[in-house]
């Protein structure tokens, strides 16, 4: 069991247990696509809203967080289109088709986008979200330039590396640099990065990893939530984080050392570690979550892991668009 230092003890003693409930949310309630209100510029980080937060996942790495009357979305990705990812016959060449019909209905409303990284299936509908919204996409600097690719306006555009906090005012962001996982080859997808604006993107091979943030979202009154959005750490990059809640990716090979005990460590053991990443996320957005056999496998051993290395922390396996409260 991992030792109960000073800062843990007195983190667990202002709330001894998790406390997480679950709403159900049907995609067919959020506002429809005409209804939506508006683009406006965010607000300033000024007035602090109270009210209830939600989170609710939407597959892959992505989340839409509602803090009071704000909407913040992680890595959103609806399209999930076919690559042949998960039967064997993976496109490298599939088109980037950003599936509206998908996103119109979910997405009525954002003031933030934060992009972990800009593979296809964390990126691809970003710009359009952006555009749609007027939402600031906060990313990094192969993300921001992308983002001119795709003529989302520059002043809707923050390139961000790492230790960036960001005051919204009822809640704080920070940013921390973090590494992409490595397949069984020790290679990463689609390597890479943008250091100017490039045509177009067309296929999903045009959309490299561009290198990997997570962040650390602090509501005020409310739960401190870590995402991440690929399955490696910089460790050394989480001390001091100690998040109540951690958004992990699950880990799909075994060339990254150590995975989970140097993340579950570096965070300083959350109450709450939520799987993510563990879908198939090229089929349809409905519960229970497709799951692909020998990610089954590796899904149950994570929950295992988690609970051997980290007893005090409770694992919850999320539904899609299910309102939790942390």
Sequence with gaps: MPSLDRR??????????????????????ATPA???????????????RKGAVSFRWWGTAGWRVDIGDRTVLVDPFLSRID????????????????????????VDRAMTVL????????????????KRTGARVFGTLTAY?????????STQLS????????????HSVEVVGSLHSRNPSYSVA??????????????????????????????????????????DVAERNLTGLAPDVAMVAMQNATTTGDYLPRLLAGLDYPKVVVPVHYDNFETALQNP??????????????????????????????????????
């Design 145 to 153: 330039h992308l983002g001119l690719a795709y003529e989302v306006p």
């Design 34 to 48: 005409h209804a939506a209100p508006t683009p406006t510029a965010a607000a300033a980080p000024t007035a602090r």
């Design 190 to 231: 689609f390597p890479g990065v943008r250091v100017t604006p490039p045509p177009q993107p067309a296929t999903i091979a045009d959309l490299p990893e561009g290198d990997t943030l997570g962040y650390l979202l602090r509501v005020d009154g409310g739960p401190s939530v870590y995402f991440t959005g690929a399955s």
């Design 289 to 326: 979550p497709p799951v692909a056999p020998t990610d089954r496998t590796r899904l149950n051993e994570m929950i295992a892991a988690v609970r051997r290395i980290s007893p005090r922390s409770r694992v919850l396996v999320p539904e899609y668009e299910t309102a939790y409260h942390f």
């Design 8 to 29: 843990r003890f007195l983190r667990d003693a202002a709330a001894t247990t998790a406390l997480v409930s679950a709403g159900g949310l049907a995609a067919g309630v």
């Design 115 to 130: 992009v972990t990284h800009t593979h296809w299936d964390h990126f691809m509908d970003v710009p359009y979200i952006a």
């Design 83 to 106: 690559t042949g990812l998960f039967t064997g016959a993976f496109k490298t060449e599939t088109p980037l088709t950003v599936r509206t019909d998908m996103i119109d209905p979910r």
């Design 159 to 170: 390139a961000v590396k790492g230790g960036e906090v960001l005051d919204f005012g009822d």
